[in-house]
């Protein structure tokens, strides 16, 4: 009786079991699908079996039921680590294209044989080229540094027109001041910054009796500053106010920077009929009234300019600028190296077929776009290129990598300093206009490109 009960309970069980499983695999069949619930059926049933064994009364001493459950365990097994993996689904990258079929026809006389739905090869693209600072710094001249040429010709074509009429103005207007002819300067002519038309310099030589001026070096001034010179009236016992037409722009004795400039503003502003020359020269020509420089804008369909108007004096083989520091100083003009500088570049590089001129531009056309670098363009960059001339020699195209690198790190030098000199006068500090702060910031932007100049490259 006790045998019974126990036989009828574990039948409950298995049927208890098999109730659960039976309704497992029907669910399954509806979820998974046929091949899914196939693989769950294979893998239930050799569960099964295995519990079955587990809870049956073994039969103890006899070895060969006892084979015959060991071998069915590791069949069981083996069972379950072959039960097929059911196929992985196909992911469709393109939602417009059909979805592939896979089932395929069957072939009569022939095996059925499953296989993998069929996978789109992927092309892995080829690792991108690198290129080398040489590579990158002409790339970087060649075509990131070029102007359109249109613009490269309307812009020196329309900068002459309008300096032609600017001196027919001053002739009719000022017969009685001795202007010498009007020329054109700066990036768009001298070569050396970045190629760029947006900028002219337009200088206006102011003629002076040496008989009568003389120069005073700035540093023997209460400015202290070799870079500025005084221009002062002499002899005024023997020649009085009025033998030079330029008296009339005299303060305490010396020839006024200040004076000359504004009235220079004033004819710019309000004696010159800007409207009648643009519409001659097809353009919108207008002075900057708010800026203490002489300043044209002009805009044309194909290019603006920004010419700026400088008055400048030769004397002594020295270039002066009536561009006074900012200050209650007056009557300061500022010497100019630049066509020095031009020329000695030009000649350095036609002595051995050099790239300075090239290393420049791209110097310059760096630090122009870049916003913690801006005001190193022009001299101070020329500047360091001559030093650095007198030191190495190797100047090929070949070697403008390592040119342009060796200019960075004594760039790095001087600001850590804050001492640039110039190479004409070394008692001049090109970096004496500078703020500590803008010092500071340059020297940290070049001193982390050192190791990675193409950082510089990639700011553009």
Not at 215 to 236: A, C, F, H, M, S
Request: charge should be negative; aromatic fraction near 6%.
């Amino acid at each position: 009786m006790a045998e019974f009960t126990h036989q009828r309970g574990k039948r409950r069980e298995d049927n208890g079991l098999g109730s659960v499983l039976d309704l497992l695999l029907a669910n399954a069949r509806l979820v998974l699908g046929v091949s899914g619930a196939a693989v769950l059926a294979i893998a239930t049933l050799a569960v099964k079996r295995l519990i079955d064994r587990a809870t049956s009364p073994r039969d103890e001493g006899d070895p060969k039921a006892e084979q015959k459950t060991l071998e069915e365990s590791w069949q069981d097994l083996a069972l379950i680590k072959a039960t097929p993996k059911p196929p992985k689904k196909q992911r469709r990258e393109d939602l417009s294209a059909p979805l592939v079929s896979l089932a395929q026809p069957s072939v009569p006389g022939e095996p059925k044989v499953c296989s993998d739905p069929p996978e789109t090869p992927q092309v892995e693209p080829s690792p991108p080229r690198c290129l080398t600072l040489q590579e990158q710094l002409l790339s970087h001249h060649s075509s990131w540094l070029a102007v359109p040429e249109v613009q490269a010709s309307v812009a020196p074509r329309l900068a002459r027109s309008i300096c032609t009429q600017l001196q027919n103005f001053l002739r009719s207007k000022c017969p009685e001041l001795p202007f010498g002819s009007l020329f054109l300067s700066g990036p768009l002519l001298d070569g050396l910054e970045a190629l760029a038309v947006d900028h002219v310099h337009l200088m206006l030589p102011v003629v002076l009796d040496a008989t009568l001026w003389s120069l005073i070096p700035g540093e023997d001034t209460v400015v202290r500053n070799p870079q500025y010179w005084l221009i002062k009236r002499t002899d005024l016992e023997y020649f009085p106010r009025g033998c030079s037409p330029w008296d009339k722009f005299i303060v305490g004795r010396y020839l006024s920077s200040n004076a000359l400039n504004e009235t220079l503003h004033k004819m710019l502003v309000a004696s010159i009929n800007w409207p009648a020359i643009g519409s001659l020269l097809g353009s919108i020509i207008y002075p900057v009234v708010a800026s203490q420089e002489l300043k044209l804008e002009v805009k044309h369909d194909q290019v603006e300019l920004s010419i700026t108007l400088f008055p400048m004096v030769e004397m002594e083989g020295r270039v002066l600028l009536a561009a006074p520091p900012e200050g209650l100083v007056e009557n300061l003009w500022l010497e100019s190296f630049s066509r020095a500088e031009v020329s000695k570049v030009k000649e350095l590089d036609a002595g051995d077929a050099g790239a300075r001129q090239t290393c420049l531009r791209i110097l310059n056309g760096v630090c122009k776009s870049h916003p913690a670098l801006h005001r190193l363009r022009g001299s101070p960059l020329t500047h360091v290129v001559l030093h650095l001339s007198a030191t190495s020699l190797d100047w090929a195209e070949e070697s403008l990598a390592d040119r342009f690198q060796q200019v960075l790190e004594e760039l790095v030098g001087y600001l850590e300093q804050g001492v640039l000199p110039s190479y004409f006068n070394p008692k001049i500090n090109l970096f004496c206009e500078l703020l500590e702060e803008e010092i500071d910031e340059m020297g940290f932007t070049l001193y982390r490109a050192l190791s990675e100049p193409e950082l510089l490259l990639k700011d553009k």
